[in-house]
């Protein structure tokens, strides 16, 4: 080992391991490694967790011990595998540390890379030595990436492999002989200078592209991966990796100042906003490490409470710690994508030499003061840029859009830097007409979004800033607000062009028919823009709009349809989902609200492009369904074709389809079933279901069956309906209910009917856990076995369910305050119970035997989940038939439903009890 490595080693390790010279033996060895190991992670933990360092700073105090750790180990090796001859070095190799480690920076449980550099063809006893070293670097548990190359050999590897070059890039010395690595070195720096940055860029471009499609394009997802996805450590790492092998600087800070390499690539303000990213996404990384006890880099829901009380996050006004957390995450990932757009292009420019420059004398661009530089677009020089002439900034991204054009990244690089003038545009007449054209032309979630991310939204739209990286704690959106609110304007393009034809015909065709198709897509991008307020977002949003909408050159009757827009933009889908849409009240309630068929048309397209933007899992074909119902019944009302008086004539109307297509059955027979069923159950089916009900009655009457079980897949609607037929008695809900848990399925709605003969005729749709039909034949066979012995009593209904009862760990920490609603007007026969909960298998089987307890009849169930979230709503009768109006009947059924909201213990070990732990070492 040469002198400067020996002065490096940590003197008393070396002295333990190699008392008087002498190495102790292997075993010996090793409980004094794994001490020493276990003290230099308990060091760094301890400074960390008690701040007296920042992530950035532990993770270079740890790589620093760590140095002195592999140190030692290297010398205990050459100890061990002495060299057969005197004159023979005791390391004829250079041992270098590469990739994160060769930067000097290490996470808790991060890879330590090596490198170990020797001749072409090492002899005997190298190989022997590093076959040593590594096994005892094992033994030790540490995680260790390693190669043995010559230098040739690695630039060989490195030209084939981008991986491998990046690794090189950050290559340090660490022992043994510097002749290798110096060669090494000459040879990079050849091969850097012939070849240039071009293949290196190129290949850390389409490896980031590959990285971002794995772990989320969008730097606004609500459980980032902090390494690899957009926004992370691993795109400011590129930065960096692009500076060092184009101009071989160590630090960022290097780029600053006209006499630095690139004539100052970076401002001083760019290079401490870069500083202030590196430390708070180390920081939270080592956080994640020390938590998790692991190399976890996502953070899901479950650690991020527990690391914001770590870091220090608390309940400020209406946001909580997490949500504060995740905010200042969120905007230094947005800083992060605007350093790449700045740094990334000026770093190419610099290194490869300004291209052919061209500028064409274009009269339209020149009058908008726009130009060409390098076939893009740029503003006008000399006297024409942003900071004087904000309006610039829109116009340039109108032009790129019209022309299908790039912009210039040293117009991306002036718009980013002057985004905040920006607000000098609020009102501006051209500035309103330029947002709007942008707003309803191609590709405008893509300018919306780099808009967004270059910080002029925020500027332009004052409001807007307050959405910004706005996270809600829930398991439902995937984004975050201002993310989802651009993803709807991409759904409503989608919708336009048709290309959600086959998931949205309705709204599809509705699309082209609309008058209003401004105040549309303005209520899309403003839907939420309250949210994070407190109180309603929807009311408070309608007020918003009749502030923002004036700015942008609306007329007073657009922005009274977007500000109507707004604050109904839930009416359709809470109507679809939580009400009975086959009770007339419900239908004429929503139409007495809308009273316009034009207004109809816009709720509904905007809900479709509402759910499709929330999430990839959100929309299914049974919601498109309830949609399109509520949709027709709403237009059949506002067209004058439904009255309540007309009651009795639809149900005399029902009973005679029915009848006429009651195949081989008697008049007697036929009368038998027409006679069956109360006015409720004629009017919640068609026809063809009427039939099939019929022959199912039919059949179990003549077997004397006591129980019939029918399913049928229906593949458009994407859910499985599965009929029940069996004497009534109370708690048959409820233990069906149970019955279908313990099978797997998620019940979406059902209909409770008792017949005139005392039979009940239950009808439920059902999914399966990815939220399509329930198809499978052996699964829909144990479904029918299991409702048969959970009504005959042969089946521990609460024992099977606790079975089930388990949910990922990172969604424990998400919490559903449960609550129960009363609503006697929602139906002019029903009492409305809306339960609002924690979703768990088993939920509604709970849920239901409460109401049956107090004495209830449910005639129908409405089964919606946001996420965690479960919403139920039911239609109640008493014994008598009547309403529940009686205040303490409610407050009984409202202590019962708690009670059965209330989440069971996990089992030992679960999730939710790993959370709490966590928290309270927090």
Same mark, same amino acid.
Request: net charge neutral; proline share 5%.
């Given at each position: 080992m040469n002198? !400067?490595?020996?002065?490096?080693a940590?003197?008393g390790?070396?002295?333990?391991?190699?008392?008087?010279?002498?190495?102790?033996?292997?075993?010996?060895a090793?409980g004094l490694l794994?001490?020493?190991?276990g003290?230099?992670?308990?060091?760094?933990q301890?400074?960390f967790?008690? %701040?007296?360092?920042n992530?950035l700073?532990?993770?270079?105090?740890?790589?620093?011990?760590?140095?002195?750790?592999i140190?030692?180990?290297?010398?205990?090796?050459?100890?061990?595998?002495?060299p057969g001859?005197a004159?023979?070095?005791?390391?004829?190799f250079?041992?270098?540390?590469?990739?994160?480690?060769g930067?000097?920076?290490?996470a808790? =449980?991060s890879?330590?890379? /090596? $490198?170990?550099?020797?001749?072409?063809?090492?002899?005997?006893?190298?190989?022997?030595? #590093?076959?040593?070293?590594?096994?005892?670097?094992?033994?030790?548990? /540490?995680?260790i990436?390693?190669?043995?190359?010559?230098?040739?050999?690695?630039?060989?590897?490195?030209?084939r492999d981008?991986t491998?070059m990046t690794?090189?890039?950050?290559?340090?010395?660490?022992?043994?002989?510097?002749?290798?690595f110096?060669?090494?070195?000459?040879?990079f720096?050849?091969?850097?200078k012939?070849d240039g940055?071009?293949?290196f860029?190129?290949a850390?471009?389409?490896?980031r592209?590959?990285?971002?499609? *794995?772990?989320?394009e969008?730097p606004?997802?609500v459980?980032p991966?902090v390494?690899?996805?957009?926004?992370?450590l691993r795109?400011?790492?590129?930065?960096?990796?692009?500076?060092?092998?184009?101009?071989?600087?160590?630090?960022m800070?290097?780029?600053?100042g006209?006499d630095?390499?690139g004539?100052g690539?970076?401002t001083e303000r760019e290079?401490?906003?870069?500083?202030?990213?590196w430390?708070?996404?180390?920081?939270?990384r080592?956080h994640?490490?020390?938590v998790?006890?692991?190399?976890e880099?996502?953070?899901?829901f479950?650690?991020?409470p527990v690391?914001?009380?770590?870091?220090?996050?608390?309940r400020?006004?209406?946001?909580?710690?997490?949500?504060r957390?995740?905010k =200042?995450l969120?905007l !230094?990932?947005r800083?992060?994508? +605007?350093?790449?757009?700045v740094?990334?292009?000026a770093i190419?420019r610099?290194a490869l030499?300004?291209p052919a420059?061209r500028?064409?004398g274009?009269?339209?661009?020149?009058?908008q003061?726009?130009a060409?530089?390098?076939?893009?677009?740029v503003?006008?020089?000399?006297?024409?840029?942003?900071?004087?002439?904000?309006?610039l900034?829109l116009?340039?991204v109108?032009?790129a859009?019209?022309r299908?054009?790039?912009?210039?990244?040293?117009?991306i690089?002036a718009?980013?830097?002057?985004?905040r003038r920006?607000?000098?545009?609020?009102?501006d007449a051209?500035?309103?007409?330029?947002?709007?054209?942008?707003l309803?032309?191609?590709?405008?979630a893509?300018?919306?979004r780099?808009?967004?991310?270059a910080g002029? $939204?925020?500027?332009?739209?004052?409001?807007?800033q307050?959405i910004v990286?706005l996270?809600?704690?829930?398991?439902y959106?995937v984004?975050?607000v201002d993310?989802?609110s #651009?993803?709807?304007?991409?759904v409503?393009q989608q919708i336009?062009?048709?290309?959600?034809?086959?998931?949205?015909p309705v709204a599809t065709?509705l699309?082209?028919?609309?008058?209003?198709?401004?105040?549309?897509?303005?209520?899309?991008?403003?839907?939420?823009i309250?949210?994070?307020?407190?109180?309603?977002h929807?009311?408070?949003?309608?007020r918003?709009a009749q502030?923002?909408c004036?700015?942008?050159g609306?007329?007073?009757?657009?922005?009274?349809?977007?500000?109507?827009?707004?604050l109904?933009?839930?009416?359709?889908?809470?109507?679809a989902?939580k009400?009975?849409i086959?009770?007339?009240?419900?239908?004429?309630?929503?139409?007495?609200?809308?009273?316009?068929p034009?207004r $109809? %048309?816009?709720l509904?397209?905007?809900?479709?492009?509402?759910?499709?933007?929330v999430?990839?899992?959100?929309?299914n074909?049974?919601k498109?369904t309830? /949609? +399109?119902e509520?949709?027709?019944?709403?237009?059949?009302?506002?067209?004058?074709?439904m009255t309540?008086?007309? *009651?009795d004539?639809?149900?005399? +109307?029902?009973k005679?389809a029915a009848?006429?297509?009651l195949?081989g059955?008697?008049?007697?027979?036929a009368e =038998?079933?027409?006679?069956?069923?109360?006015p409720?159950?004629?009017?919640?089916?068609?026809?063809?279901?009427?039939?099939?009900?019929?022959a199912?009655?039919?059949?179990?009457?003549?077997?004397?069956s006591?129980l019939t079980?029918?399913t049928?897949?229906?593949?458009?609607?994407?859910?499985?309906e599965?009929?029940?037929?069996c004497?009534?008695h109370?708690g048959l809900?409820?233990?069906?209910?149970?019955a279908?848990?313990v099978a797997?399925?998620s #019940?979406v709605?059902a209909?409770i009917?008792?017949?005139?003969n005392?039979?009940?005729?239950?009808?439920?749709w059902?999914?399966?856990?990815?939220?399509?039909a329930?198809d499978?034949?052996?699964?829909?066979?144990?479904?029918?076995?299991?409702?048969e012995?959970?009504l005959?009593? %042969?089946l521990?209904l609460?024992a099977?369910?606790r079975?089930?009862? %388990?949910?990922?760990?990172?969604?424990a920490a998400v919490?559903?305050?449960?609550?129960?609603?009363?609503?006697?007007?929602a139906?002019?026969?029903?009492?409305?119970?809306?339960v609002?909960?924690?979703?768990?298998?088993?939920?509604?089987h709970?849920?239901?035997?409460a109401i049956?307890?107090?004495?209830?009849?449910?005639?129908?169930?409405?089964?919606t989940?946001?996420?965690?979230?479960?919403v139920?709503?039911?239609y109640?009768?008493?014994?008598f038939?009547?309403?529940?109006?009686?205040?303490r009947?409610?407050?009984?059924?409202r202590?019962?439903?708690?009670?059965?909201?209330?989440?069971p213990?996990?089992p030992?070990?679960?999730?939710?009890?790993?959370?709490?732990?966590a928290?309270?070492?927090?």
């Open positions: 002198g !400067t490595a020996a002065a490096l940590e003197p390790l070396l002295e333990r391991l190699m008392p008087q010279g002498r190495p102790v033996a292997r075993d010996v090793l794994r001490r020493e190991l003290g230099v992670q308990a060091r760094v301890r400074a967790e008690g %701040r007296e360092t992530g700073g532990a993770g270079r105090r740890l790589a620093g011990l760590m140095d002195q750790v140190l030692a180990i290297q010398s205990y090796s050459a100890a061990m595998v002495p001859d004159a023979t070095p005791s390391l004829d250079a041992l270098v540390a590469t990739g994160g480690y930067r000097g920076v290490l808790p =449980h890879d330590i890379d /090596l $490198l170990f550099l020797t001749a072409a063809q090492p002899g005997p006893r190298t190989r022997r030595l #590093i076959e040593f070293t590594l096994y005892l670097l094992w033994d030790l548990g /540490l995680k990436g390693h190669a043995t190359r010559s230098p040739e050999e690695c630039l060989a590897e490195g030209v981008a491998i690794a090189l890039v950050d290559a340090r010395f660490l022992a043994g002989e510097r002749a290798p110096e060669r090494f070195q000459a040879l720096e050849a091969h850097r012939k940055l071009g293949p860029l190129a850390k471009r389409a490896e592209a590959e990285r971002h499609a *794995r772990y989320g969008s606004f997802l459980e991966h390494k690899e996805g957009r926004g992370g795109d400011l790492q590129m930065l960096y990796w692009l500076a060092r092998y184009a101009f071989g600087v160590q630090r800070p290097e780029l600053v006209p630095s390499p004539g690539l970076l290079a401490h906003a870069i500083r202030r990213a430390i708070f996404l180390w920081t939270l080592f994640l490490h020390y998790t006890g692991r190399a880099e996502r953070l899901t479950d650690l991020q690391i914001a009380a770590r870091m220090g996050y608390t400020h006004g209406l946001q909580d710690g997490a949500e957390l995740m =200042h969120f !230094t990932a800083d992060v994508v +605007r350093f790449s757009r740094l990334e292009p190419e610099a030499g300004p420059q500028r064409d274009d009269g339209a661009l020149a009058a003061g726009l060409f530089a390098d076939g893009k677009l503003a006008a020089p000399p006297d024409r840029d942003f900071s004087r002439e904000p309006i900034m116009r340039i109108k032009a859009r019209d299908c054009l790039s912009i210039h990244p040293l117009a690089r718009l980013i830097r002057h985004a920006a607000e000098a545009l609020r009102g051209e500035a309103g007409a330029l947002f709007l054209d942008l309803m032309g191609r590709d405008a893509k300018w919306l780099f808009l967004n991310e002029f $939204l925020g500027r332009f739209l004052p409001e807007w307050r990286g996270m809600q704690f829930d398991t959106h984004f975050t993310e989802h #651009i993803e709807a304007i991409g409503l336009e062009t048709g290309a959600l034809a086959e998931v949205a065709e699309m082209g028919q609309l008058q209003s198709r401004r105040a549309l897509y303005v209520a899309a991008l403003i839907h939420d309250a949210k994070g307020r407190g109180g309603d929807s009311e408070l949003g309608a918003l502030e923002i004036p700015r942008l609306m007329s007073a009757e657009e922005t009274e349809t977007v500000s109507w827009l707004v109904h933009h839930l009416l359709v889908s809470q109507t989902f009400r009975d086959e009770d007339p009240k419900t239908i004429l309630d929503i139409a007495d609200q809308v009273q316009s034009e $109809l %048309r816009l509904l397209v905007l809900t479709v492009a509402d759910m499709r933007a999430g990839p899992r959100v929309w074909a049974w498109a309830l /949609l +399109r509520v949709y027709w019944r709403v237009s059949e009302v506002l067209a004058g074709g309540v008086p007309e *009651r004539v639809r149900v005399a +109307r029902a005679e009848a006429a297509i195949a059955f008697s008049p007697a027979e =038998h079933y027409l006679s069956l069923g109360y409720g159950y004629w009017l919640s089916f068609d026809s063809e279901t009427h039939a099939r009900h019929a199912l009655i039919r059949d179990a009457e003549r077997q004397k006591p079980v029918s049928r897949v229906l593949e458009d609607r994407g859910v499985t599965v009929t029940v037929y004497a009534d109370p809900f409820s233990r069906i209910s149970g279908l848990a797997g399925a #019940i709605d209909r009917h008792t017949l005139t005392g039979m009940a005729l239950d009808t439920f059902v999914q399966d856990s990815a939220g399509g329930f499978q034949p052996h699964r829909l066979a144990r479904l029918s076995v299991l409702v012995q959970a005959s009593g %042969r521990n609460e099977e369910i079975k089930v009862r %388990r949910e990922p760990a990172r969604l919490t559903v305050p449960p609550r129960v609603v009363f609503d006697n007007f139906s002019n026969t029903h009492t409305v119970i809306e609002n909960g924690r979703d768990r298998p088993g939920l509604l709970d849920v239901t035997a049956s307890e107090q004495g209830l009849q449910i005639a129908s169930a409405h089964i989940t946001y996420g965690v979230r479960a139920d709503v039911f109640v009768k008493d014994v038939g009547l309403k529940i109006e009686n205040e009947k409610l407050a009984a059924l202590e019962a439903l708690l009670a059965a909201l209330a989440q213990e996990p030992v070990g679960g999730g939710a009890a790993a959370v709490r732990e928290a309270q070492r927090a």
